[in-house]
């Protein structure tokens, strides 16, 4: 059966951006632009002939901010939204306004570079979209494309042999989340007590960004959240966020302690940070030590893993489907027999408390 393109309409003032994500996006057979708009009205009236599966809309505009149409939008129609923006740093906290609001994803607009950053660039903005047409938001989602071949975690360091090492007094959690996850992650950190194991997260997100998300997470959540770099020791009441977009986390231990370390490497399972080297690295580091973690997102990055640490020794749990906005990775990570327990979004913290305590 024909996989139906997933229809995006492209909301955006400037026309040289509208212009190029057009290109883009049209160069992908499972994506089909129906319209480009320079701002929120001129979209209205696209989407009172024909209801987009997914928007991309820009931030900044005249007459009327990404964010108020997006807020406006959810209440009267609601339509997976992508937030597309130029902004980096003093912008994210917008962008993160912008997920609380509804959006379910973030991407760069294209910018000049060397052509590998660039094929790079545009694969993440049409896998994002087509993520983004997943988003239960009280539609049906179209049907899921076929996986595309792509690296695992061996690219990056070989796999587990056999379990790492018995259980110690100290516990590791591993999390990794994608499409949905900004706010997913917010309800479980914000769960949890102040001495908490340590945790290290991989959400896939642009780079830079998740550091106004860690940011954000430190004022919220009882725990310390910070953007991990490289040597950061893994420690009670401390989350660890992976930076997004150019390197790969890990865990690794030193003596009695437990590390990250950010490096370098290709893209796996289509991305970078990938939650599949994350999990990978905890399966041969911390073994029956680890709790790993998998949430709502496109894909099955992490599932690999995530089966990884449970035969090295350690708990897993995964997102159920009622309460992810994308079961996709979930999913994966449970058809593979990778998870002990699946439970819903607001259960999580209670298992990682009691796993903890076991």
């Known amino acids: 059966m024909p996989i139906k393109p997933v229809r995006v309409l492209i909301i955006d003032d400037s026309a040289s951006v509208r212009q190029a994500m057009t290109a883009i996006l049209s160069a992908d057979p499972q994506i089909e632009v129906i319209a480009a708009a320079a701002d929120p009205f001129a979209a209205a009236r696209y989407i009172q002939a024909e209801v987009p599966d997914v928007i991309t809309l820009d931030v900044e505009m005249p007459r009327m901010d990404g964010i108020t149409f997006l807020r406006r939008m959810m209440a009267q129609c609601p339509t997976p939204v992508v937030m597309c923006s130029s902004l980096v740093e003093d912008g994210s906290e917008t962008l993160l306004q912008a997920l609380e609001a509804g959006a379910v994803d973030v991407i760069l607009k294209p910018r000049v570079g060397v052509a590998d950053h660039l094929a790079e660039a545009h694969r993440h903005i049409c896998e994002t979209v087509k993520g983004a047409a997943q988003a239960r938001l009280g539609r049906r989602p179209n049907r899921a494309a076929p996986p595309q071949r792509r ?27 994608s499409t949905g996850g900004t706010e997913a ?13 340590g945790i290290v997260v991989v959400q896939h997100m642009p780079e830079r960004f998740t550091r106004s998300l860690a940011k954000r997470l430190d004022g919220l959540c009882a725990v310390d959240v910070k953007e991990a770099e490289d040597g950061d020791t893994v420690m009670r009441g401390r989350v660890l966020i992976a930076p997004g977009g ?42 029956a030590n680890a709790l790993g973690v998998i949430m709502t997102g496109m894909g099955d990055d992490g599932a690999r893993g995530l089966l990884e640490m449970k035969q090295a020794g350690a708990r897993t749990i ?34 990682m408390v009691a796993a903890a305590a076991r």
Not at 185 to 197: F, M, Y
Not at 247 to 271: F, I, K
Not at 325 to 351: C, N, S, T, W, Y
């Open 151 to 177: 690296l695992t975690a061996d690219a990056v360091l070989p796999p587990p042999s056999g379990r790492a090492m018995s259980r110690t007094t100290e516990m590791v959690i591993c999390i990794g989340a």
């Open 185 to 197: 992650l917010r309800e479980v950190l914000t769960a949890l007590p102040a001495d908490s194991p």
């Open 318 to 351: 995964a997102q159920d489907e009622a309460t992810s906005i994308v079961f996709g990775m979930p999913k994966e990570a449970i058809a593979r027999g990778a998870a002990d327990h699946v439970v819903a979004l607001g259960a999580i913290p209670q298992e």
């Open 246 to 287: 150019l390197r790969h986390t890990l865990l690794e231990r030193q003596g009695a302690r437990y590390v990250v370390a950010v490096r370098d490497g290709p893209l796996v399972s289509r991305h970078r940070p990938s939650v599949d080297v994350l999990f990978r690295s905890a399966a041969r580091h911390a073994g």
